[in-house]
Each structure stands twice: as C-alpha cells, then as structure tokens.
C-alpha cells in the first residue's frame, strides 16, 4: 500500500488516517519548528496579505515544504480562513479534501462526514473504531500527564503544553510517541513538587510565541489547564468515534468551551485566565464573550508573529500577576 504523507489544518478524526496506514501531519505542529518567519514571509511573497494570521501563512507554506501527498482543510468547525487556504494550496498542485465538523453538532451529520472521510481513505468505521482502540491508550496516558500537573505540580505549564498539541498527530508515529511519553512520565513522577504561587488556565488556540509558559513561570505563575490543548488529546474516551468527536468542544459554539472551562476552573482551582488570541483571527470575538462570563481576573494577550514575548506583553503579565497574586 502507498503510505501517503497527510497534512491537516487542525485536529480531526486522525483515526481514519492512521486506519488507512497513512503519515499524518499537524501544519500547525510542523510550520513552528520550521523556519517559520521565512514560511510567513513566502505566503506574503505569494499574494497572501500582511493582514492576515500568521498560522495560515504557516500552514501554506509548510504544506508546500513538507513534501505531502495531500491536505486535509477543516473547513467548518475551525477557521473561517480554512476554505481559502485549501483552494491556494489546490492551485499549488496539491491534492485537497475538505473536511467539515458540522455546526449542527448532530450526530448523524457528524457520522456522515466521517464515513465520507473513511470512504476517501477506503477504511471501513470497524478499521476506525480499531485505531482508535490503540490511541486511546495514549490518551489515557496524556490525562495522568495532565493529573500530574494540576494535581501535584510535577509537570510545567510548557511541558503540558507541548505533549497535549502534539497528541494531534501523534507526530505521525504513536508508538514512538508513546515510548517517549512513558519515559517522560516516568521521570516527572519522580521529581519533587514544585511551588504553584498562581494558578492559571490558558485560554484560546496554541500561542505563537516561543517562549510564553516560560516567561509566565519566571514571574511567579504556572498554567495547570491548557484548554484548546486538553482538547486536542481528546480526555474523555467515548468509545464510539463520532461521540468522540462530538463532544471535542473546540470546532462547535463558544457556549460548549464555556461550559467546559468552568467545570476545569472549579476542578483544578484556578485563580486566574490568560486569554490568548492571535492577531487578525475571528476567535478574538469569542474571547470578549470569556472575558465577561468566566468569573475570574482575565488578561487577554494577543500575538502575532512567532518570536519571544516582547517588553510590554511581560509588563502587563508581570502586573496582572501583582495585582492577582
Ligand atoms: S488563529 Fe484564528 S485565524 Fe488563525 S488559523 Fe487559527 S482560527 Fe484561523
């Protein structure tokens, strides 16, 4: 069988891919560990406009210089940019397909784009639900890395972070990832607890900024709930595959990750929210929505380019966390 190279705009139904023996690949994941300031600068040589979010500059690019055999674009349930990106990279010469979670949130819909995705990829729902069988005993994992760091302060804010986003993918090769995630496990549990002074969550897509868990620990908070992240590890293990999906809060309202941030809030005891959005996208409206419903101080940072947090973006965190500490 010819093992395609698969890239993908956002999370998604990675089972079907992996059910069809397939490579899948997070742009996202991808375009920030490559050279991602040259990747923004050929999209906006390309056409793409300098007012426009840089992840999709990112995506563009990295999925030019991946070497894919395809994309897969979330056009419904994500970005309201996706459609034209999928079109761009079509004109590139790239095969496409569009791939929807419908606004409806109604399980026959979703059911039915699924068994279009399988039906594309030749897998059968039984070749689905079995990849999911083994993912799911990763995921599991990810919740105890999760547990480690809300509950006993074994496991940063950058750490959780960076082993949740990636479980989008699973960096195209799970048992690898799941070797590497043991050993991680097995090392943090021995460590000694470290100080949580604030307790915040971490609210919005993945930051671009390179070094933000960093800087927020070195001024005295630490994030114990990244929300998009937690999302994106998929922490409550429906056994059916459309429920799953269903019940992934990130591509529906803003009402379904509402709920589910108050419930993390009383849970894991939070102080306090970093709201985080990315310059020129749609989703800065939904932020003003937490901003008044969540209940807790709030500070909404806004990032545009992947580069080191800079001066006054460290002010303001620093005099957030005076006033809230
Ligand atoms: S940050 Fe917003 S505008 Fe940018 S790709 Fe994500 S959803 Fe789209």
Redesign the pocket.
């Known amino acids: 069988m010819n093992k395609k190279r698969i890239g993908f705009t956002t999370s998604l139904p990675v089972e079907v891919l992996y059910a069809a023996g397939h490579f899948p690949i997070d742009l996202n994941n991808i375009f920030l560990t490559q050279d991602s300031s040259k990747h923004i600068h050929d999209a906006e040589l390309k056409g793409f406009p300098r007012s426009l979010?840089s992840?999709?500059k990112g995506n563009f690019s990295a999925s030019l210089a991946s070497n894919l055999d395809e994309v897969i674009g979330i056009v419904e349930g994500?970005?309201?940019?996706a459609s034209s990106l999928l079109e761009m990279i079509k004109e590139e010469g790239l095969s496409t397909y569009p791939f929807g979670f419908p606004a409806s949130r109604d399980y026959d819909d979703l059911n039915r784009e699924i068994s279009k995705l399988e039906e594309y990829y030749g897998v059968t729902r039984a070749m689905s639900q079995e990849a999911k069988v083994r993912l799911d005993e990763i995921r599991v994992k990810l919740i105890e890395l999760d547990r480690l760091s809300y509950e006993e302060h074994k496991v940063t804010g950058a750490e959780n972070h960076i082993w949740l986003v990636n479980s989008s993918d699973f960096q195209g090769d799970p048992d690898k990832y799941e070797k590497e995630l043991d050993e991680f496990l097995r090392e943090a549990r021995q460590r000694e607890p470290f100080p949580v002074q604030i307790r915040l969550g971490f609210v919005g897509?993945p930051p671009i900024f390179r070094n933000l868990y960093e800087s927020i620990s070195e001024l005295g908070g630490e994030v114990i709930f990244n929300e998009v992240q937690r999302q994106f590890a998929m922490p409550h293990l429906e056994k059916d595959l459309v429920m799953q999906y269903l019940v992934y809060t990130y591509p529906y309202s803003v009402n379904e990750r509402m709920a589910d941030i108050k419930e993390q809030i009383k849970k894991r005891k939070l102080d306090a929210i970093i709201g985080y959005t990315?310059s020129?996208?749609?989703?800065q409206i939904d932020h003003l929505l937490f901003k008044k419903h969540l209940k807790l101080p709030f500070l909404n940072l806004e990032g545009e380019m992947p580069e080191e947090l800079d001066s006054r973006t460290i002010l303001r965190l620093e005099s957030f966390f005076e006033v809230h500490g």
Request: proline share 0%.
């Open positions: 979010c992840w999709i994500d970005c309201s940019n897509v990315q020129f996208c749609h989703l």
